[in-house]
Nanobody
Framework: QVQLVESGGGLVQAGGSLRLSCAAS????????MGWFRQAPGKEREFVAA????????YYADSVKGRFAISRNYAKNTLDLQMNSLKPEDTAVYYC?????????????????WGQGTQVTVSS
């Protein structure tokens, strides 16, 4: 079992920055991917970014490439998402996810555990 708890969401103006954090506990040692997804009102949940838990490979959706950065904090055992140059279309509930399976990091099917989500609202 893995427990995931997100924090760091909030309200920010367009062009601003936010940093999300996901605290992971439980059987995290053998995880393959950890990632962030988001779901805007009336839309399906979509991939944002992911990282190989054992290494440094990172993956990003085209819509956030160059603006967001995913990283792992080894000391705190957290997954972080630094979001810069935020746009109103980034408004969504952001979910942390973790999984033991290899495959496409953008597919929800490789993720076994999900956090409860944290709201990010970007005003214009």
């Amino acid at each position: 079992q893995v427990q995931l708890v997100e924090s760091g969401g909030g309200l920010v103006q367009a062009g601003g920055s936010l940093r999300l954090s996901c605290a992971a506990s439980g059987r995290t040692g053998s995880m393959y991917f950890m990632g962030w997804f988001r779901q805007a009102p009336g839309k399906e949940r979509e991939f944002v970014a992911a990282i190989r838990w054992s290494g440094f490979s990172t993956y990003y959706a085209d819509s956030v490439k160059g603006r967001f950065a995913i990283s792992r904090n080894y000391a705190k055992n957290t997954l972080d998402l630094q979001m810069n140059s935020l746009k109103p279309e980034d408004t969504a509930v952001y979910y942390c996810a973790a999984g033991y399976s290899s495959g496409s990091s953008k597919s929800e099917r490789v993720y076994d555990y999900w956090g409860q989500g944290t709201q990010v609202t970007v005003s214009s």
